[in-house]
């Protein structure tokens, strides 16, 4: 495993776990703080297609502020919910990690383990 990248929230407690799981493992991490440098269109984009989900499926339905966006633009499009998720990070569900190129929405933050595992077998 050489590429290990976590997009992290300090103040989410579940990417807190995921960080400290990898963080126990003695994983040199490459941490994304992606609430002070937000990510791009074109890294939602890739991120996205690694996880082959949809922008309805990455964002977080339950924030307040998702809730007062929709109510401004009823039935958003693909590219308005990414918008939405670079004008509002905490919109991103999270934590995300990828190692080795695959990718996970830890949530648990116990699938990093299967994501581990799956990229140490041979």
Do not use: W
């Not at 994983?27 to 890739?46: A, C, E, F, G, Q």
């Not at 297609?49 to 499926?57: A, D, F, R, V, Y």
């Not at 977080?60 to 929709?70: A, G, H, S, T």
């Amino acid at each position: 495993m050489d590429n290990i990248k976590i997009y992290h929230n300090p103040k989410c407690s579940k990417s807190r776990e995921a960080l400290k799981l990898l963080n126990n493992k003695g994983l040199t991490i490459d941490i994304v703080l992606y609430m002070v440098n937000r990510l791009t269109y074109n890294d939602l984009k890739l991120i996205l297609n690694k996880l082959n989900i949809t922008p309805n499926e990455l964002i977080r339905k339950n924030e307040k502020k998702y809730k007062e966006l929709i109510s401004i633009k009823n039935n958003p499009t693909d590219d308005d919910l990414i918008n939405f998720m670079i004008d509002h990070p905490n919109l991103i569900q999270r934590p995300i990690v990828e190692i080795d190129g695959k990718i996970v929405v830890a949530r648990p933050p116990e699938k990093i383990l299967d994501l581990i595992k799956s990229n140490m077998s041979p």
